[in-house]
């Protein structure tokens, strides 16, 4: 990542033989004291309430563990916790991951996004590996144990992005691709009865796996799965759910956009021993040219949609608007270009890989995404983005009522030792005014 230039000034104290410029100088530098002392206290108060609600995940009434979870996800949201990841990294993992054995399926959905906030704080290292090794099992246990849609939607979205953090080579996200790709594709045994997967676990599904597909090579896999992957992709496009069609589709032209049908059709071409039909064509290349034909031809048709009397407006749209993009680049190459303001800066994509990333982990982190992408160095690699620097003064902070009261009260510890301190320099001043008018009233006489 390029380095971000601070523009920070720093005050140069000059010598000086006035008194005033000496009680200026003094003010500034003890009330900057001041300042930073309050910070420090803030940041250990957060730390301590943060410190609580990790002791409440140990309780056993589900309720409190659902409460405290709840409040470490707006902690993580709200602010990067290094300091406190450093600390209690492996105690919230692992308590996160007891949450998700036994708890309910709004407390798996909780844990299961806490263990995803603190994948993207740690960043890539050993930490995030840890975070993978340690709940891929977990949740692989978890899908089988119930196919609540809220709850299966979580764990998809953890799966993703601890893979995207944590995964160091590609048999890794390839396996977090494989389980995420059973949960609507089963592996059934003769007497297990498949349990057909709703619309919005078919919808994340195919978004997760095609936000880890974005960091794969596609030339390193099999051609019979992707063969079947891109089938089954091409088939979703025919359901009734935009939302479905519109994942599917994104995840069609990333497949388009990382040359794998070039691939496959290259390698079925130049095949000696696969069987052929009319003109010597491998039937596979056939196959494969014939998939992509049907595939352009979906897009045409549902990027110029008519609505129902059903229809909602806004999806119609998004779905015309997404096929369009769609469309044009099978045909012509052009991939959509996305700007969105990050404070005073623009975050820039112009590939579908990109777009897809940037729309994942906006949906996950939600409200804490402007946070992230202005302080969170992996998604700043991710993205190419180098936000300006902003040194804020104490009075810039935002601060919730809670910490309004506790620390720009009249009443608060830092504002009475301010205050104290200004009293002390305040008689100073006036000591040395006093002298200076007794000594002068002597020279007059």
């Known amino acids: 990542m390029g380095k971000r230039n601070s523009q920070r000034k720093n005050a140069a ?29 803030m940041q250990v108060d957060k730390d301590s309430l943060l410190d609580q609600a990790v002791d409440a995940l140990y309780e056993k009434r589900g309720s409190t563990r659902e409460k405290a979870l709840s409040s470490i996800i707006e902690a993580f949201n709200s ?36 263990i995803g906030l603190l994948a993207l704080t740690v960043g890539c290292g050993d930490n995030a590996n840890e975070i993978l090794e340690d709940s891929l099992p977990v949740i692989s246990q978890a899908f089988k144990s119930g196919s609540e ?45 498949a349990v057909k997967p709703s619309a919005p676990v078919i919808t994340t599904m195919v978004s997760a796996w095609s936000f880890l597909l974005t960091t794969m090579d596609g030339w390193n896999l099999n051609p019979k799965d992707w063969q079947e992957s891109i089938s089954y992709l091409s088939s979703l496009l025919d359901k009734d759910d ?45 196959h494969i040219q014939g998939l992509k034909a049907k595939i352009i031809i979906q897009a045409r048709n549902l990027s110029a949609e008519a609505g129902g009397k ?23 190459g052009y991939s959509p270009e996305i700007s969105i303001k990050i404070g005073s800066e623009s975050l820039q994509t ?38 300006k620097k902003k040194y804020l003064s104490d009075s810039e902070h935002r601060l919730s009522s809670s910490e309004k009261r506790l620390f720009r009260s009249p009443n608060s510890v830092v504002n009475k030792a301010r205050t104290q301190q200004l009293n002390k320099q305040r008689m100073l001043s006036e000591g040395k005014n006093i002298g200076r008018f007794a000594a002068n009233m002597g020279d007059d006489a």
């Open 149 to 193: 849609a809220t709850k299966t939607s979580a764990l998809l979205e953890c799966l993703a992005i601890i893979t995207f953090v944590g995964g160091s080579d590609p048999e890794q996200t390839e396996k977090s691709m494989q389980v995420m790709w059973q949960v609507v594709h089963p592996k059934l045994s003769s007497n297990v009865v």
């Open 79 to 114: 602010n990067l916790q290094h300091q406190f990841v450093e600390k209690k990294f492996a105690t919230l993992l692992h308590q996160c991951l007891n949450c998700i054995k036994k708890g309910s399926s709004k407390e798996i959905c909780l844990a299961s996004h806490v």
């Open 13 to 41: 104290l000059l010598d000086s033989d006035d008194d005033n410029s000496s009680v200026s100088s003094t003010s500034t530098v003890r009330s900057d004291r001041m300042s930073v002392a309050g910070n420090e206290e």
């Open 242 to 286: 935009r939302s479905i069609r519109i994942a599917a589709g994104e995840a069609l032209a990333l497949i388009f956009e990382l040359g794998i049908l070039e691939k496959f059709s290259a390698g079925a071409k130049s095949s000696s021993d696969s069987s052929t039909e009319e003109g010597n064509k491998p039937r596979e290349y056939v």
């Open 310 to 332: 059903s229809s909602a407006k806004k999806d119609l749209s998004n779905q015309r608007n997404t096929f369009r993009d769609i469309l044009e680049y099978f045909e012509d």
């Open 350 to 387: 112009s590939t579908w890989a990109q777009m897809i990333q940037l729309n994942f982990l906006k949906h996950f982190l939600g409200g804490g995404f402007i946070k992230h992408m202005q302080e969170n160095e992996l998604l700043q690699d991710v993205f190419g983005f180098t936000p």
